[in-house]
């Protein structure tokens, strides 16, 4: 959550409140010291986290996924925008929800935060946005190889290395002696040694 500090009466707030503030200078971020004028304060929606407030240089970030996720999924949704063309209710959803940075990426969830959010009331309107965005998210399908000589020479050159390298791994069994002479191996088995039975009183 970002807070801001009036630079004129010294209040903090949280985002949502800065609207509401009779106070209308300019605001500074509590944890990154950035001062906004007017309404630059809305753009800023991520900060600095702690660690890298109080490391400074020492500070090494870690990898995101989530965030990772999300800015491909915005990705999606903004493709999913542009390539709308033959539905203009869809395509003004869809802008309107390019806007925002925290769109949900499961179908539910979506869905209701479409309906309560935004407050689009038509169902139909909304799983066709939630279709457009999936359609724009979906990989492209690669063509499978044509040549399947080739697929067939690769695989009998593995079945070869395989059959040559189980050749040279078999080891005699416990109880043989093997010599290996001119290439040939012999095998010459030995007596099992007997174990001692324990006695039972």
């Known amino acids: ?20 503030h009779p106070c209308r200078s300019s605001y500074s971020c509590i944890d990154c010291n950035v001062n906004f004028s007017g309404n630059e304060y809305k753009k800023h929606t991520k900060c ?24 491909t ?24 929800i390019a806007e925002n940075d925290n769109v949900p990426r499961k179908k539910a969830k979506f869905l209701n935060f479409i309906k309560n959010s935004m407050r689009v009331g038509n169902k139909d309107l909304v799983e066709k946005a939630w279709d457009a965005i999936e359609k724009a998210g ?11 000589t080739v ?37 010459t088995l030995s007596k099992p040694s007997k174990k001692k039975k324990a006695c039972r009183m």
């Not at 959550?1 to 509401?20: A, I, P, R, Y």
């Not at 400074?56 to 870690?62: A, F, S, V």
């Not at 979906?138 to 399947?148: F, H, L, R, S, W």
């Open 1 to 20: 959550m970002v807070f801001f500090c009036c630079n004129g009466c010294g209040d903090t707030l949280k985002k949502q409140k800065v609207d509401q």
């Open 48 to 71: 600095v986290s702690e660690a890298e407030r109080y490391q400074g240089n020492l500070y090494q970030g870690k990898e995101d996924k989530g965030a990772l996720k999300q800015n």
């Open 73 to 96: 999924w915005m990705v999606c949704v903004r493709e999913a925008a542009e390539s709308c063309k033959n539905n203009s209710q869809l395509k003004g959803l869809l802008i309107r």
């Open 138 to 148: 979906k990989p492209q399908a690669i063509p499978p190889v044509e040549n399947n």
């Open 151 to 187: 697929a067939d020479n690769t695989h009998s050159n593995i079945e070869n290395a395989v059959a040559e390298n189980v050749k040279k791994s078999k080891k005699p069994k416990t109880g043989q002696e093997s010599d290996n002479v001119n290439g040939e191996t012999k095998i």
